[in-house]
């Protein structure tokens, strides 16, 4: 399983959402590829937001080994699943060249059963907002891998 997360500049959101998906993959002991890119390149090469990355570290997290990337069309073919973290990332990936070859594009509450909600950009707020963002990706991450595990049960 492939799982690209996206937001806008790829240092806050999905960044984040990176992290506590490569954790829950590896707890799992899931083979999985799991990355996060955003649909501007202002941040390109970038390490995440320093908010992002101690509201992460504070829970066990790790962003520090990651930088910030444009997502381009050729991800609709590396990968499986390309999450958007808001409806404005959605409706972007939905409009970009490649979409619908491959990847199934998804909002990141959706995999939380929290249909239609957007994770809310935290830049210019307080820390708050950080561990907000990471609440509502904890529970997204859950979804997902419970949702696309091959063990899952069948009932």
């Not at 409009?95 to 990141?108: E, K, T, V």
Request: hydrophobic share 40%.
């Amino acid at each position: 399983m492939r799982l690209l997360f996206v937001c806008t500049g790829n240092i806050c959101r999905s960044p984040t959402a990176d992290a506590v998906a490569r954790q829950r993959v590896e707890a799992a002991g899931l083979d999985w590829q799991v990355d996060s890119a955003g649909t501007g390149g202002w941040h390109v090469g970038e390490a995440p937001d320093e908010r992002a990355t101690e509201a992460g570290k504070a829970r066990g997290y790790d962003l520090s080994v990651l930088s910030a990337r444009e997502v381009c069309p050729e991800d609709f073919l590396r990968f499986d699943h390309i999450i958007a973290m808001d409806g404005s990332h959605l409706r972007f990936l939905r409009r970009m060249p490649g979409a619908g070859r491959g990847a199934r594009i998804s909002l990141m509450m959706d995999w939380a059963g929290e249909t239609g909600v957007d994770v809310p950009d935290p830049y210019y707020g307080s820390e708050d907002g950080f561990e907000g963002v990471l609440d509502m990706i904890e529970r997204s991450v859950d979804g997902l891998l419970a949702s696309l595990s091959p063990d899952q049960s069948s009932g």
